[in-house]
């Protein structure tokens, strides 16, 4: 092991055992009935080569396509682990269908998701981060693509030490970028950009100073501003998507903005729910709605009263 002066030694021992700056917590359901952990999936030869490398693309066959609209027409009904299957199978008749495997990676996040045990966690998001990167080695300046390794590594970041995950951190800051730029329409590009946006603009001190003296600096540009617009922006694209809904009002509420984190939650509460991860996240805004609303019903009477108070020639209607 390389010699470390003292304060550095100090600061990844801190770092060690601080579990890292408070965030706005992001709903995750769970499953009465876990389908099978998969197995991580095996990178071939044919698939290490260069980005720029011609890989070999099989033509697609009848079998092939009919794995691909039953796991379009599986996806719409939220049946993620019947559509994981069947996009494994289209990828055991074409390993470099690219659409099979972004597809693959996003699917293994969301049941991955759905679990408390970290072992279950681990499995799926391993074998999304190999699928993503299977898909990147395919088509590496893609939207799709790079939607599906920040995706992988975000959610991979979640079960690390706070000096991995301000690595991965570091690391997602290209990959969320080319998302949205590459796939503006894709809500899902908008949310996690505005994720790592309000993330990173929350660094606390330790993280700041671990990033500078030991990943050379961390990520610029991120402020909650940014996040705000970019979660605004995917609820836009996805207005009846729940989870977007309620990521933006949490951050509403921690940047002080109360009234919007209201109307956002009085709306959120009255879309449709189709899974039951749409349950949870309901509830949750819930829950979050009622303290908001005595906060800002106590603020209307303080300032009713301060009002009241005011000399009759300093209140607005006298001026004007």
């Not at 290490?48 to 092939?64: E, I, M, R």
């Not at 994720?195 to 990173?200: A, I, K, L, N």
């Not at 207005?239 to 921690?254: G, N, S, V």
Request: proline letters at 7%; aromatic letters at 10%.
């Amino acid at each position: 092991m390389s010699y470390l002066p003292p304060p550095t030694k100090l600061l990844l021992l801190a770092l060690g055992l601080v579990a890292g700056h408070p965030r706005v917590g992001w709903a995750q359901g769970t499953t009465t009935s876990p389908p099978s952990v998969p197995a991580t999936p095996e990178l071939k030869p044919a698939l290490k080569a260069g980005p720029k490398s011609k890989l070999a693309q099989p033509p697609d066959s009848v079998a092939l396509n009919d794995y691909l609209r039953k796991a379009a027409a599986l996806q719409l009904k939220f049946k993620d682990s019947e559509a994981l299957a069947a996009y494994e199978s289209a990828l055991k008749l074409n390993q470099q269908h690219y659409g099979s495997l972004w597809h693959a990676a996003v699917l293994s996040v969301s049941i991955g998701n759905r679990y408390s045990d970290e072992t279950r966690k681990s499995a799926y998001f391993a074998a999304a981060h190999q699928y993503a990167g299977r898909a990147l080695a395919l088509q590496p300046e893609a939207g799709e693509s790079n939607y599906a390794m920040a995706l992988a590594l975000f959610s991979q970041a979640g079960l690390l030490s706070a000096r991995d995950r301000l690595r991965i951190f570091k690391q997602l800051r290209t990959h969320v970028f080319l998302a949205a730029e590459r796939r503006p329409d894709m809500p899902e590009a908008w949310q996690l950009l505005g994720r790592w946006y309000y993330r990173v603009a929350h660094y606390n001190v330790l993280e700041k100073v671990f990033s500078r003296v030991v990943l050379g600096g961390y990520p610029q540009g991120a402020s909650s501003k940014k996040a705000m617009e970019a979660m605004e922006k995917a609820r836009q694209l996805d207005p009846m998507r729940i989870q977007y809904c309620y990521d933006l009002a949490r951050m509403y509420k921690y940047q002080g903005h109360r009234r919007r984190a209201i109307t956002v939650l009085q709306e959120a509460i009255k879309l449709p729910t189709y899974t039951s991860e749409d349950l949870t996240v309901n509830r949750l805004c819930q829950q979050l709605l009622p303290p908001l609303v005595r906060a800002a019903s106590r603020r209307d009477r303080l300032h009713a009263r301060w009002y009241e108070r005011m000399p009759a020639t300093n209140k607005p209607d006298a001026r004007e």
